[in-house]
């Protein structure tokens, strides 16, 4: 199909960059989905049991920079189309 675009209009820099848009925008979806979930549920955990906080906080941690590295994938594959 882009090759179908790219001859009626001819080139593909309009749609590549619309690609990269795209590409971002539904990467950063995702881990911010998970950050809000996660942030959430470690602050309730460490209201009902505050002796683990420390325990939950790091484990937290943790979480967000696994999280955050599925948004530096999308950003990093932007780049690349």
Known sequence: MFH???QVTG???GLKTIG???VIGL???G???GLGV???KSVEAMARQPEYANQVR???FIGIGLIEALALF???FSFII
């Open 4 to 6: 179908l675009v790219a």
């Open 11 to 13: 080139n593909l820099d």
């Open 20 to 22: 990269r848009g795209l």
């Open 27 to 29: 990467a950063a979806i």
């Open 31 to 33: 881990p911010g989905i």
């Open 38 to 40: 996660l942030i959430g």
């Open 58 to 60: 790091t484990t937290m």
């Open 74 to 76: 999308g950003i990093a």
